[in-house]
């Protein structure tokens, strides 16, 4: 599966960004997971949220909880993340991720539960 991120940019304290992947090369099932991780400089890939393909059941980070809002378009293959009110501390690069595997839904906050990464897309919040 191909996973294209798009979206990120530059934007002031407060400001919003909506980012988009989209997921070619396959049909997915309903078990499937897309998640958003981000990486800031010299800093681990943290998760950030993910949504099962079928839409019952979604997960976020503490630090986003409230701000953003991970959804998906299944006629478009395609997941997004809707980031209000960002802040300094939310500038990394974001990478989108498929789950392709049937997986216990606790791992889904892990990298390694992921078999397909998008090419990452920059965030930039200025103070």
């Known amino acids: 599966v191909q996973l294209q991120a798009s979206g990120g940019g530059l934007v002031q304290a407060g400001g919003s960004l909506r980012l988009s992947c989209a997921a070619s090369?396959?049909?997915?099932?309903?078990?499937?997971?897309m998640g958003w991780f981000r990486q800031a400089p010299g800093k681990e890939r943290e998760f950030v949220a993910a949504?099962?393909?079928?839409?019952?059941?979604?997960n976020y980070a503490d630090s986003v909880k409230g701000r953003f809002t991970i959804s998906r378009d299944n006629a478009k293959n395609t997941v997004y993340l809707q980031m209000n009110s960002l802040k300094p501390e939310d500038t990394a690069v974001y990478y989108c991720?498929?789950?392709?595997?049937?997986?216990?839904?606790?791992?889904?906050?892990?990298?390694?539960?992921?078999?397909?990464w998008g090419q990452g897309t920059q965030v930039t919040v200025s103070s």
């Open positions: 991720g498929a789950a392709l595997q049937r997986r216990p839904i606790s791992q889904m906050n892990f990298r390694h539960a992921y078999d397909s």
């Open positions: 090369g396959r049909t997915f099932s309903n078990y499937v997971v």
């Open positions: 949504i099962s393909w079928s839409g019952g059941w979604v």
